[in-house]
């Protein structure tokens, strides 16, 4: 079976880039909107980047930012990837990918069907898909709320780029998640912490040896 890349995302401590250094994860994310309990300031996000070893591939996640903010974000730290999770349009997108020369992720919401010509017509202007739950009416954030969606919606599926697929994912239940959909990436932020915010090093190692199938399996 292919290697499944993991991403752990809000991160906001040295010990919580430590903690997915020591494990298998391919992808670490820092949040960049003051909403989010896992909101990094770009001195604390430049402090966290230049800790990550290499070879675990440091995001960038903002929403619906302007040229301003990453202009600070990108010339303050090393990254190497920026993830949308606003309403960027996929003008926008194509746009931000030539201005800075990182690979674009745009994350979209799904909830029904309907929602998945989005994921196609992304997939013509970004690098790579997060495919994630739909947030409700009145979320005040886009993404980390715990809530997954109908996976079968895209069981078996195809887009012109990689996607990753995110919302409520667990250690109990990413393997599951894999299964069904056959997703070769996945990301978790609220799955692996303690409190809002907080990450917790048992349940990245155990969300990572989950969805790698590295280790014991996850009793229910």
Request: charged content about 25%; aromatic content about 4%; overall charge negative.
């Amino acid at each position: 079976m292919p290697d499944i890349r993991v991403k752990i995302c809000g991160l906001r401590t040295l010990a919580d880039v430590a903690a997915v250094a020591a494990t298998k994860a391919a992808y670490a994310g820092f949040v960049f909107f003051p909403k989010s309990p896992r909101h990094l300031t770009i001195d604390q996000a430049r402090e966290l980047t230049l800790a990550a070893p290499l070879g675990l591939a440091k995001v960038a996640l903002v929403v619906d930012a302007d040229d301003t903010l990453l202009d600070a974000i990108t010339e303050a730290m090393p990254l190497d990837m920026l993830q949308l999770h606003g309403h960027e349009t996929p003008e926008r997108v194509a746009e931000i990918r030539a201005r800075y020369g990182l690979p674009v992720m745009k994350a979209i919401g799904v909830a029904d069907e309907g929602d998945l010509a989005d994921l196609l017509e992304y997939s013509l202007a970004a690098d790579q898909i997060l495919v994630d739950a739909k947030p409700p009416k009145n979320a005040t954030l886009p993404g980390g709320n715990g809530l997954t969606f109908d996976w079968r919606l895209v069981a078996q599926r195809r887009w012109l780029k990689p996607w990753m697929l995110a919302g409520g994912l667990t250690p109990q239940n990413v393997a599951e998640a894999i299964r069904l959909t056959n997703a070769r990436q996945v990301d978790v932020s609220s799955g692996v912490e303690s409190a809002p915010g907080a990450k917790d090093p048992m349940k990245i190692r155990m969300f990572v040896e989950a969805a790698t199938q590295d280790g014991p399996p996850i009793l229910r």
